[in-house]
C-alpha cells in the first residue's frame, strides 16, 4: 500500500504523524510524484507551507538526488518563513489567529474559484502547522483546532487533504492537541522507518485499518 492509495477517496482527510527524528523531504516528495503519476491532470496539487517547512524538506530531498521539480508547477500558500521554494501564490505574514484565519481562508478560497475543475479533485498538503501552533495562546489553539474540525466535514467541493505533523513539536503545550486531531480525522497515519513506511494507526474504513505501507525513496 502506499499513500496515493488512501487518497483515493472523495473529500477525504488524512492526518500523517511523524517525530524530529523521522526524514520526511524524501517521502513527501515521492507522495507528490505518485499522486502525479496515478492521477495525472485530474489532480490538482495545493501546499500549505508553514514557517519554511517545505524548504526544509526539498533540500533533503535533493541531498539525495530527488527531482523536486514538482512543486514549480504546485499552488503554495506560504505562512510565516523566509525562504520561498516552488510556485508560491499568496504569502500570509505570522499575526494573531483571527487575521491568519481570514487571509489563510481568503487564499484558499482565491486558489480553489480560479482553478474551477471540472471532473477533477484538489490534493490539498499541509506541512509545518505545528509550528504554527506553537506561535498561538491556548484559546487561539482551540479555536484553530475547531476550524480545522468545521473545514474537514463541512467541504463544497472534492478536496483530499493531507496534513504533515511533527508530534514532538507538541509535547511541551498545556492542552493535548494531539489526540483533539485525532479525534477530527477519519485517518491517522504513523511514519516509522525514518519516513520510509508507515501504518495506518485510525481508519473509518475498517479494510485498511492496521495496514502498513512503503513510502519508495528513489
Do not use: C
Request: aromatic letters at 8%.
Amino acid at each position: 500500500m502506499e499513500i496515493d492509495e488512501i487518497v483515493n477517496r472523495e473529500k477525504i482527510s488524512v492526518l500523517i504523524e511523524y517525530t524530529s527524528r523521522d526524514i520526511i523531504g524524501p517521502g513527501l516528495f515521492r507522495i507528490l510524484k505518485s499522486i502525479k503519476e496515478k492521477y495525472g491532470d485530474d489532480a490538482i496539487i495545493i501546499i500549505t507551507d508553514f514557517l519554511d517547512a517545505l524548504p526544509i524538506h526539498k533540500y533533503q530531498a535533493e541531498l539525495i538526488g530527488i527531482d523536486t521539480k514538482i512543486i514549480d508547477s504546485s499552488a503554495i500558500i506560504k505562512v510565516g518563513g523566509r525562504i520561498s521554494s516552488g510556485n508560491v501564490i499568496y504569502k500570509i505574514p505570522i499575526s494573531s489567529y483571527p487575521v491568519y484565519k481570514t487571509l489563510y481562508e481568503e487564499s484558499l478560497k482565491k486558489l480553489l474559484d480560479g482553478m474551477n475543475p471540472r471532473g477533477k479533485f484538489f490534493i490539498n498538503i499541509q506541512i509545518g502547522i505545528e509550528g504554527l501552533m506553537n506561535v498561538f495562546e491556548r484559546k487561539e489553539i482551540m479555536e484553530q483546532i475547531h476550524d480545522i474540525g468545521e473545514y474537514i466535514v463541512t467541504k463544497d467541493r472534492d478536496i483530499r487533504d493531507i496534513m504533515f505533523l511533527n508530534i514532538d513539536y507538541l509535547k511541551s503545550r498545556s492542552i493535548d492537541i494531539l489526540p483533539m486531531l485525532r479525534t477530527i480525522f477519519p485517518v491517522v497515519i504513523r511514519l516509522m522507518n525514518d519516513g520510509r513506511s508507515f501504518s495506518i494507526m485510525k481508519s473509518v474504513f475498517p479494510n485498511i485499518k492496521g495496514s502498513v505501507g512503503t513510502i519508495k525513496w528513489e
